[in-house]
């Protein structure tokens, strides 16, 4: 199983952008979706993007129109353009292939994203 690291998070203001990258250690051209979830404090962890190998993209109502999830195969590496960001996006970001966010040991450390107003 590949390890995930997640990287690009930061302090931004509302309104403002970032672009989150998470590095496989290993391909993931076999791994047919790929996903972005979010733990805001006190929440559960939420699905917010996912993208096939394909170019398929899926996403949660609340960052449709926002966000835009895409995938480098060649470079193992999945991205998630974050636009017009709020507040409530304030959350720490992971991603994981959607098959295999049952599995604790999954998961990387995540990539905090702090949004002022």
């Known amino acids: 199983q590949v390890q995930l690291k997640e990287s690009g998070g930061g302090l931004v203001q509302a309104g403002g952008s970032l672009q989150l990258s998470c590095a496989a250690s290993g391909s993931i051209f076999s791994i047919d979706r790929m996903g972005w979830y979010r733990q805001a404090p006190g929440k559960q962890r939420e699905f917010i993007a996912s993208v096939t190998r394909g170019g398929n993209t899926l996403y949660d109502t609340s960052v449709k129109g926002r966000f835009t999830i895409s995938r480098d195969n060649a470079k193992n590496t999945v991205y998630l353009q974050m636009n017009s960001l709020k507040p409530e996006d304030t959350a720490v970001y992971y991603c994981?292939?959607?098959?295999?966010?049952?599995?604790?040991?999954?998961w990387g450390p995540g990539t905090q994203v702090t949004v002022s107003s």
């Open positions: 994981n292939d959607v098959t295999s966010t049952w599995i604790s040991a999954s």
